[in-house]
């Protein structure tokens, strides 16, 4: 994977680094259109819904004779076709829920990530949690986008650790800015936005998570490796056992 810099909270370069292999994943267009149409789809409530001709509340009577007017046979003005009328085929107020799985959406995030740093529009930010008020939050970004020729209106997003999650406050009255949490980074929000700034922080965490769960797994595979090792020398002192046994009956 492509490695990218690494910004002080003061916006100097202080280096490189690179994103954790589980994000180098080849794109898969149609599994990142069908994320992102989930998340969309989820970010509404989708609850609106219309009158029909039988819920208007209008007069019942016939408005003239069946026959004899030369005109086309009407009802009531509950009809669609009247101004004030029911609405035909309106939303029903009953929303379809999608739901995806937390495996895909790994993917899907994985995804995002993979190209909009392989676009040059991501970055990692070191020791945000220095920043202690909104204008050195500011400056940091001002210093970030005149180097990298960012627009006015580019929209930026912080991904913040668990430690550097104080600086939320510092960094959400900028102007075209978004926070989220590194943990709770989603497809949706990265493609959307135009530029990301990553806490390097947040990386650590991940790969700490990474260790972790390895060393569980090393643990349960040592346990089932003593397990198999005793059950197979209790299977050689039995037959030894009774190798001896036939031994004796034979004599």
Request: glycine share 8%; net charge positive; hydrophobic share 30%.
């Amino acid at each position: 994977m492509k490695s990218l810099q690494v910004y002080s909270s003061t916006g100097s370069k202080t280096g490189t680094a690179s994103l954790p292999k589980e994000f180098d994943i080849k794109p898969n267009l149609n599994l990142l259109s069908q994320a992102l149409h989930i998340y969309e789809d989820r970010s509404h409530k989708g609850t609106s819904r219309t009158k029909t001709r039988s819920e208007v509340n209008r007069t019942r009577a016939k408005i003239y004779k069946q026959k004899g007017t030369g005109g086309a046979r009407h009802g009531d003005k509950k009809a669609p076709i009247f101004v004030g009328g029911g609405t035909a085929h309106g939303p029903k107020g009953i929303k379809r829920i999608l739901e995806i799985s937390k495996k895909l959406k790994k993917r899907a995030l994985a995804m995002v990530l993979n190209l909009k740093v392989e676009d040059g529009k991501t970055i990692f930010a070191d020791k945000l949690g220095t920043i202690k008020n909104t204008k050195e939050a500011g400056q940091f970004l001002g210093k970030v986008a005149k180097e990298l020729n960012l627009n006015d209106n580019t929209k930026v997003l912080v991904a913040l650790s668990e430690k550097n999650k104080a600086a939320y406050r510092f960094f959400r009255n900028i102007k075209n800015l978004k926070n989220s949490s590194w943990r709770n980074l989603n497809a949706y929000s990265v493609y959307t936005s135009g530029f990301i700034v990553i806490d390097k922080d947040a990386i650590g965490e991940k790969l700490e998570v990474k260790n972790s769960q390895t060393e569980k797994l090393e643990t349960k595979i040592n346990t089932t490796k003593k397990t198999v090792k005793k059950v197979s020398e209790k299977k050689t002192v039995k037959l030894k056992t009774m190798a001896v046994k036939k031994g004796t009956k034979k004599k």
